[in-house]
């Protein structure tokens, strides 16, 4: 492997770009045609060059932007290789032809999929208002696509197949540079390369504009000035390789919201594509742009139903949320009351036998008058944890509230329980290391077993009475628990 030792700032790359890019310009003027027709190919070339220098010296890019991106450009230096040796040293007039067609095709579909995968990563904190940016972005280019792209299509002869393929990589380009420019004044670290993605996209799109606009029905001849729109972008691409930002590519923003649909943005998108078609059989007696109506309508309705299927996820996942919270408490994440008491409800409603282990800490108190509540509060996390660890996979831990935690063991008898409750014992015994200090606390704990037909209600309230037995009779809590095996009462101390 290669090593790039040359230190690269924001600064530096700027100015290499727009240095470039003058070079490029003058160049044109004051070169030969052989020596313009080798202008695109440098461009790629150099393209491609920054994009292998990035993926090894950033680790933290998103690689799958440039992995997509680099093909594409590779293919069209191909094109415009063969452009430079059949134009630019062989003297044709042209050199296109249905095979160059077909890779530009390749090589813009694998760039634009580049590009889809940076706002994809970067927008995943904000992706609602960068889905309504893009379909705004591509309403916009309805007008440009009507009254200016479509005309001069039409005057080449050009087939509505060939129209559809044209319109699909713009309105994806428009589409990209509307998510870019939602996105770059949140991107934080990242947004030097986006700005120079959005400025290689919009040169992109100058230049195909420009490319149909210009080129003479006649003869087919296209201004020669035209490589200048793609040498900008190819030399914007290298830009955004190079730039020290991308390092921070592949980093997700935060979550911004975007949970509400602005209606007027996805209104506007869907109504722009058939409010602008219908300008020309309307008001000038042509024919329907069936091109706008049915692919660009297409396109946009996509966007339209990616919108609100996020929406419809996110507010699936804040209603989990909701519920989530409802039924665990905060501080350690276990099930609180409410939902403790609905499960052994569950659990009783089986018929099966179930106990409960009633768990209250002991010499808790002074550590939180002590140390404070920060301490405390670790100190109930930790005994959550340990109670997690200290009982069968298929047993409920929860939180009473304060220092009392209960235990639910379906299917456990008297002699399981027991082994249940030492089990637990043993995992509190060890001291709780905080800043410095070992804090121990014991537990006393009530294990009852369900009788009969009773409820879960009086199955806890059973198991409390005997935790608050074995507080008062285990002083030195040697044995602090009390177990009641059926039907008989019996306490058991050190």
């Known amino acids: 492997m290669f090593s790039v030792q040359v230190g690269l700032s924001s600064v530096v790359v700027r100015r290499a770009v727009l240095t470039t890019i003058v070079v490029a310009g003058l160049t044109y003027l004051w070169g030969g045609s052989a020596l313009r027709t080798l202008l695109p190919l440098a461009s790629d070339m150099a393209a491609l060059a ?15 932007v440039w992995t997509a991106t680099a093909p594409g450009v590779a293919l069209l230096s191909i094109v415009h290789l063969h452009w430079f040796l ?6 044709a007039a042209t050199a296109d032809n249905v095979w160059t067609g077909v890779i530009q ?67 994806c380009i428009t589409a990209i540079m509307g998510g870019l420019f939602k996105l770059v004044p949140e991107a934080g670290a990242a947004r030097n390369t986006l700005r ?95 091109v706008l109506l049915c692919a660009g309508q297409a396109a946009m309705t996509v966007l339209v139903l990616v919108r609100l299927s996020q929406l419809e996820r996110s507010r699936a996942a804040q209603r989990r949320l909701l519920v989530e919270q409802a039924q665990h408490d905060e501080l350690t994440g276990l099930p609180n009351r409410r939902h403790l008491f609905s499960l052994l409800q569950e659990f009783s409603g089986r018929g099966t036998a179930v106990a409960v282990l009633f768990c209250d800490l002991n010499d808790f108190k002074p550590i939180n008058d002590r140390l404070g509540h920060e301490a405390g509060d670790d100190v109930l996390k930790a005994v959550a944890g340990r109670l997690r660890d200290a009982v069968r996979a298929d047993d409920v831990v929860g939180r ?50 369900a009788r009969g037909s009773e409820s879960g209600d009086q199955l806890v309230a059973r198991a409390d009475e005997l935790m608050y037995a074995a507080k008062r009779h285990d002083k030195a809590r040697a044995q602090p628990s009390v177990t009641e095996p059926n039907p008989k009462v019996t306490s058991t101390f050190g």
């Open 50 to 64: 920054a994009i292998l220098v990035s993926l090894h010296r950033y680790r933290g890019t998103h690689r799958r």
């Open 86 to 91: 059949r134009v630019g040293l062989g003297g």
């Open 105 to 171: 095709a390749i090589a813009w579909a694998c760039m634009i999929t580049g590009c889809l995968a940076a706002l994809r990563r970067r927008a995943a904190g904000a992706s609602g208002g960068v889905v309504e940016a893009a379909l705004i972005g591509m309403g916009l280019t309805t007008p440009l696509w009507e009254f200016l792209l479509r005309p001069a299509l039409l005057t080449l002869h050009t087939p509505v197949a060939a129209q559809v393929v044209i319109l699909i990589p713009v309105f």
């Open 196 to 290: 120079y993605m959005f400025v290689a996209l919009g040169c992109s799109l100058v230049g195909v504009t420009t490319l149909i606009t210009r080129t003479d029905p006649v003869t087919g001849g296209q201004p020669a000035w035209i490589v200048l729109f793609w040498v900008a972008a190819m030399v914007s691409l290298a830009g955004a390789a190079l730039d020290p930002a991308n390092d921070h590519l592949g980093e997700v923003s935060p979550s911004t919201g975007g949970t509400t649909v602005r209606l007027r943005y996805v209104g506007a998108g869907l109504l722009l594509g058939p409010a602008v078609g219908a300008v020309p059989p309307v008001f000038f007696g042509q024919e329907p742009d069936v």
């Open 400 to 449: 009473l509230g304060g220092d009392e935690f209960l235990v639910i063991c379906p299917g456990a008898e008297e002699r399981e329980a027991a082994s249940l409750r030492d089990r637990v014992v043993s995992a509190l015994r060890e001291p709780i290391r905080w800043s410095g200090h070992q804090l121990v606390v014991g537990v006393s704990i009530g294990v009852a077993v």
